[in-house]
T-cell receptor
Framework: DAGITQSPRYKITETGRQVTLMCHQT?????MFWYRQDLGHGLRLIYY???????DKGEVPDGYVVSRSKTENFPLTLESATRSQTSVYFC????????????FGEGSRLTVL | AQKVTQAQTEISVVEKEDVTLDCVYE???????LFWYKQPPSGELVFLIR??????QNEISGRYSWNFQKSTSSFNFTITASQVVDSAVYFC???????????FGQGTTLQVKP
């Protein structure tokens, strides 16, 4: 099916563990984004990518690592998870820089114990 | 720096009331887009509208209307005759044509009571 998918949808992990959230889109969109959603903060941009092998920091990048070896995938890794990274994570994509509308995945709910 | 402020954290209205959600933005870009997204209780993010910085015409879509005022850097959203199904979190967002990033406000939780 075409679209943007995230996995896992739900994840519980422990402090200090490494976690990777996957994001896959089938539109060949150039731009991909990772946001986290927390009560009182709305959606905050973690990292984004303008194309394969090009990534840049957003508003809250600390504690996260991204890579984009293929256009369709944009994994987000928490190298050593902390409780403050408990959140809902949204991946999004869009076709061009000037096309503002983002297409969002369904979100991944991560709990760090 | 870019910033979007939605000063209203929560709003509660009774069905059929009109309600306006405020959005104020900051940007140095001359070309930008403004957006509103809706997030119903099911959690997905639903695109509502996009407005180009060069187009200050107000827009109406059914019970929804948007008032874009560049002079006050505001892009307010009004729901007329609200319904229970309008209960959701609403996000205003600013897109930079320079960077391609979309920055969101904190969101306004709207509760419409029957």
């Amino acid at each position: 099916d075409a679209g943007i998918t995230q996995s896992p949808r739900y994840k519980i992990t422990e402090t200090g563990r490494q976690v990777t959230l996957m994001c896959h889109q089938t539109w060949s969109h150039s731009y991909m984004f990772w946001y986290r959603q927390d009560l009182g903060h709305g959606l905050r941009l973690i990292y984004y990518s303008a194309a394969a092998d090009i990534t840049d920091k957003g508003e809250v990048p600390d504690g996260y690592v991204v890579s984009r070896s293929k256009t369709e995938n944009f994994p987000l890794t928490l190298e050593s998870a902390t409780r403050s990274q408990t959140s809902v994570y949204f991946c999004a994509s869009k076709g061009t820089r000037d096309t503002g509308e983002l297409f969002f995945g369904e979100g991944s709910r991560l709990t760090v114990l | 720096a870019q910033k979007v402020t939605q000063a209203q954290t929560e709003i509660s209205v009774v069905e059929k009331e009109d309600v306006t959600l405020d959005c104020v933005y900051e940007t140095r870009d001359t070309t930008y887009y403004l957006f509103w997204y809706k997030q119903p209780p099911s959690g997905e993010l639903v695109f509502l509208i996009r407005r180009n910085s060069f187009d200050e015409q107000n827009e109406i879509s059914g019970r929804y209307s948007w008032n874009f005022q560049k002079s006050t850097s505001s892009f307010n959203f009004t729901i007329t005759a609200s319904q229970v199904v309008d209960s959701a979190v609403y996000f205003c967002a600013l897109h930079s044509s320079n960077t391609g990033k979309l920055i969101f406000g904190q969101g306004t939780t709207l509760q419409v009571k029957p």
